[in-house]
């Protein structure tokens, strides 16, 4: 049976893809972001996923305004980046597994999830930001990935409680896979962020750290807050944070925090990655 090895935050800023690029990972305004990831470096070593679900939120380069899907799922052989304009080298393509997408869409669609499938998907830097994160040098860790697409783009955006949902609903179907794989649950973006308009740089502290709490054990407590409170508390990008509501969904039992960096500012982001594992033993997956 497939299982669950964990779930990892992070965000997915081009400035970061630039930075790798560039090789800055010690420069003094990097290195307190770029140290967050020895342990995670170490936590995958000791790991060994061989699929990572991943979370993120396109930003133009797969879906346009004229056709946004709220859910999109990948169900493709590889999933290939292109130019975004953002100056960072196009990353190398990514593999997928169709098989375990197939697995897992017709599970969220039994589950009366009206995603959209696609067979052919581009991922952009909030994909391949990440994975360069996770895995340095672009072998990916020699892993598969299910790209998961929220729409955090084009308003009405799907709320923190449903995004908690699609988690939940993607990690039964992960522990319902008959194959004896090592799954990881990755949600991208965040946190607090704004790039444009008059709160341009827009930074909340204060809201980050009760997300960072409260998304470890008590994600119902975020589930308060509509996606226009979180325009108005995280910033008009900050709504990413809808994909670590996703990721955490698709944790089982009790959940403990194995590593958290939080670094202001990286670009216009309040930069975060976290680390979390699941307790099997304590309790089971909420209904
Ligand atoms: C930045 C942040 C993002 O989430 C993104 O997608 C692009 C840019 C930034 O802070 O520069
Ligand atoms: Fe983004």
């Not at 000791?46 to 346009?64: C, E, M, T």
């Not at 009760?210 to 509509?226: A, D, M, R």
């Amino acid at each position: 049976m497939a299982r669950i090895i964990g779930g990892i935050a992070t965000t997915h800023v081009p400035a970061i893809g630039k930075a790798i690029a560039e090789n800055k990972q010690d420069d003094p305004y990097w290195r307190p972001f770029f140290k967050g990831f020895d342990f995670v470096h170490g936590w995958l070593a000791r790991n060994r996923p061989d699929i990572a679900v991943v979370f993120y939120n396109d930003h133009g380069l797969n879906f346009f305004l004229d056709k946004l899907p709220t859910f999109a799922v990948g169900a493709a052989q590889t999933y290939r980046n292109e130019d975004e304009g953002w100056g960072i080298p196009v990353a190398r393509s990514i593999a997928g597994d169709p098989a375990f997408s197939w697995h897992l869409i017709n599970s969220l669609v039994a589950d009366e999830f009206d995603i959209t499938i696609c067979q052919e998907m581009l991922v952009d830097h909030a994909v391949t930001v990440p994975m360069a994160l996770m895995w340095p040098g672009q072998s990916w860790g020699g892993i598969r990935i299910v790209p998961v697409s929220i729409n955090t783009v084009q308003h009405p955006l799907p709320s923190m409680a449903r995004c908690l949902k699609l988690g939940r609903s993607i990690g039964n179907a992960i522990e319902a896979y008959q194959q004896d794989v090592r799954v990881l649950v990755v949600g991208t973006g965040g946190l607090s962020h704004q790039l444009d308009g008059t709160r341009a740089g827009f930074i909340n502290k204060e809201f980050d750290q009760l997300c960072l709490n409260k998304i470890v054990n008590e994600p119902e407590h975020l589930t308060q807050y509509s996606t226009h409170d979180l325009v108005v508390k995280a910033g008009a990008q900050g709504v990413e944070f809808l994909n670590w509501m996703a990721m955490r969904g698709a944790l089982p039992g009790h959940v403990v925090e194995m590593h958290r960096n939080y670094h202001i500012p990286i670009s216009n982001t309040a930069a975060a990655t976290v680390v979390l594992e699941s307790r099997m033993e304590a309790t089971q997956r909420a209904a």
